[in-house]
């Protein structure tokens, strides 16, 4: 039997997709950097920040569902969802606390329906998230009918203070996102648990041979991220004190991408968490970019539309190389017919 | 065996019937402690039911399963200390080697995974079994047969009493297969106990104590595999009483003109240079066993899956469209192995099936004549002797050989010149089994060429002239005539010549 | 010749199941009507000829769009691209026609967009064996920002006269969308009852291995079906562009979702090999319906994307355990 060369480093901990990510977005500051002055302007980079923690928090949840061959396109509007909830239960003068986990439970509860219609009835879910986007953007009409434009704006001073605390310049939300992907991806790396969800998501017949219980981890999987959704529209309605219904609008599309860029797989069984925090980025820088360079909104929808595109084609070829399928064949360069 | 020391698995008169077909009858035969121990037979035998009831993944319908003299249930079984490879791969190849080796048992320490404990214990098994590969690789880099290695490895690691490998070497190449031999006799010595399915005679030859063999579901003998050669084997999985083939009437078919050619047909990693020859009148048959290879190259030719390189003629002309399409326009069919993945339309009506293939020629201006449809269908039925209620019942209301005659019948739908079909009476019972050989003859005497792929070795050698055998993804070699017998079948297909 | 088959053959000789669609008409036509007289009984101002008017110009619209749609869903595929592609034939087409182009040129180039958007939808999937509901969402993110694009360029100017006559054109004081509409279900009808082509999209929604075996050319007919999707959805485009005279980047938003919904309340299904047009424009006037009432009933109008939503979800989960198979 031939000798197998030892992997690389980065194949080995599977972090291909995510450095090749992690390069791009380098040579997108690098460029910004040269191409725009603003781009290092304190205030820029405090805004980086800004949008970068709540959509890592988002995609760390999002991440743990692609890793199982799964995703949830409600995460945006839980967001604003919770953030109004909060506000609500705030402005009706309860204890920090009481809202915080008002928001939270919110979240909580919306993933365990997404879990418990994907996991128990097996229903898509695509569909199924998608139906909770457009329930839950309802709802949020519906609370803030009669509301000003820019919702709720009083909060506690404590409560704001959670979301706009720094250190040395550095926000401190951005420090808590990125403590907690270190957390999740120490989780991936080191706990069986973690491992179990690539495990899962690799082979889902032999993981549940080996004695893994598929929907408990999916319905768990689906709470994790309406639970962090939530979070993350809790601590961004802190830090911009202000709670409308705008919050979160679109977001469930560029968390998806960040997370297919950043390693993760519609077919499951890849993905890491340090790559969430990557393809984050990328689109953050992506999207600084636009609005650096002022570009109109609608063209950032083209290109995150083509970029999504781009990257479901790639994905689907991969797979196809992977049964097997020549290159020949797999694009047509070969003639149709093998006659003479 | 000592007295004392009762065998670690022992079945007896253990019977499984599904349906109309009888699986296995009154089974019995023990595997003593520490022993490498062969189970044969043709595909059908039984063996696969064997092993699913030793598993525990079966409930037999009469007999008992001891393991070390203990009478144990089926939930039993599938708990217990039994480790089964499956043929199909169960692993995860987006995982590291040593955590494919250690998933469901990884060592811990604290809440963490002890991955130094689990890498020096992966790199010392696969060190043991003579394997140069790294434990921190991608699984998903490896052959298939290092793959299937790495999962015997897994159960290795289980500490089962009782292993079972089914076909291990079915994917594997001769290098690779060599490999598995060493590490199998390397556990023998480490004390395991093995029971071992597989095609290839020489390997079991090679490694086995004992080897039990079935046949139609029958025990019929258990015997030391010392002294044995493939022939003993050959004969006694065979049968002595097997009527002689009922040649069919072999006219001098060759001045009849070719219906089918094929050149240097090549698929990488499927199968290599195939060719065959296929005359007006002639029923061809293509034999291989599992991992031969004949299954891709059957798929290949109907352009199910594209090869790569190659030639084809079909009724004299070059085949310049190698798409299902394109080949039925030509004039070719072909029947799927499996009715139930493809060939029908469950929830459509028979008439329906049967139309699909000859929409075309029954509509005019793209409007379907239904009552053309209907004729059609019921000609059908009558002429395959379909049991159904009447054209509008629906194919997931009949019986398997019901089933597969409406899937017969939308396959000659178009009236084609040369008929390709695969595993045409699997798990059909013995009267529809007759119906459907009889359909082949009758296209074949009327001047059309029939190429049958079939598993089921007796079948071809009555219903063909000659045979193709298959072994390794290559064409192995040809018998026809009175050449044609199953020893000699069974020995292209699985000696090592 | 003797038959050793032990099982009985059944002996229910159920009446002929219908042949992929048809199921449910019946029922759903009660149901429509049944909501219908109860608007008309309860609500003054439902039963005007004003109000059924604008009902069912609005379904008319609508319904051009699920032409395609309904048969691309016979097939198991689905085209979430609809609404995105509604909006920027209809955008496409006004902008043309503010720029100096006549309407046959503006309209038939948009079309032409149209038809390649779907031709691309169709390629990628039946080449790369994509999960064209994975797909058609990247292609709906990349139309709708071009129409975007579009609309802001045209920045609120509204359309030339002739065009914003266009969806209003009467015949017989009649739309000529109802018109339309009317003849496309009479003509549905006839290709699902008799056609080869609609046996084959059968087929191949219900089992595209046994459809590839029977010499079906599945990638042609898939591609062409996604063409086809595409451009009914242009039609409808031009038609609404042409009824709210002006570009709007809202136009077409969520539309994908209303035709599932519809689809599938009018007998199609996520696990293909049904779907019934008649039944589509039937699920399209009962949700119609369904919305107006609740503006009948002053239930808030934002409240409407909760019910769309919630509709989704059930007829979907309604779907699932319906037509389910092999696991």
Redesign the interface.
Known sequence: MTRIPKPSFLRRQRLEQESLTLGFALIMALALAIASPAFLNSNNLASLQTSIAPNLIVALGMMTLFMIGRFDLSVGAVMGISGITTAIVLDSGYPMAVGIMAGLATGLAIGAFNGFMVACLKINHLIVTLGVLYMTRGVIEVIMVGAKLAGFTSFPPAFTAMGQWGLGGISGLFLFALLLCLLFELFLRLTFPGRSLLFLGGNPQAAEATGLNRPKIEFLAFMLSGGLAALAGILMTARVGMANRYMGEGLEMQIFIACLIGGGSIAGGKGSYLGALIGVMFIALLTNAFNLLTVPSEWQAVVIGAILVLVVVVDAIMVLRKSGRPWRTLFGLRPAHIGS | MSAETPPILALSGVSKTYGAVRALSGVSFAVGRGEVHAILGENGAGKSTTLKIINGEVDPDQGEVRLSGRLTSTAERAQGDIAMVHQELAVFPNMTVAENIFVGRMPRRGGRIDFARMRARAAELLELFGLQIDPGTILGQLTPGQQQIVEILRAVESDASLLILDEPTSGLNNLEAETLMVLIRRLRASGHTILYVSHRLHEVLAIADHVTVLRDGQFIETLAAAGLCEDDLIRRMVGRNLEPAATTASATLSDAPLALKIEGLTMPGAFTDMALELRRGEILGVFGLEGSGAEDFSQAIFGIVPPVSGRMELLGKPVTDLSPAGLMRRGMAWLHPNRKEAGLYMERSIADNIAAPVLKQLSRFGMVNRRATKARAQEDIRRFAIRVPGPEGLPKQLSGGNQQKVALSACLASQPEVIVLNEPTRGVDVGAKAEMHDAARREAAAGRAVLVFSSDLPELLRLTQRILVMRSRRLAGEVQGTAMTEESVMALAAGNR | ???????P?????K???S??FGANILPLAVITLAIFAFLALTRENFATAQNLNSILFGVSIDFLAIVGFTYVMVMREIDLSVGSVFALTGTLTGALLVSGWGFWPAAGLALAVAAFIGFVNGF?VV?????S???T??????????A??L??GLGGQTYPREFRQLARTNIFDIRLTVILMVVLVLLAWAFQR????F??M??IG??V?????????VGRIRILAFMASAMTAGLAGIFTASRITSAD?RMGL?LE?VM?TAAIIGGAS?YG?KGDLRGSALGLLLLALVLNGMIMYDV?P?????????L??VT??FD??MN??RG
């Open positions: 010749m003797t038959m050793t088959d032990t099982r053959a059944p002996q229910d000789s009446p002929a199941r042949p992929g990628l080449r790369f064996n994509i999960n509901l994975m797909l969402i990247g292609t709906m993110l990349l139309v709708r920002g071009l975007n694009v609309a802001n008799r056609s080869a082509l046996r084959r059968c087929f219900e089992n291995k046994s459809a590839t075996v029977h010499g079906i050319r980047v969520g979702f599932v996520l090999g808030e934002v409240f409407q994307q909760f019910v769309i939503g919630f989704l979800i979907v989960a699932t355990v389910r198979r």
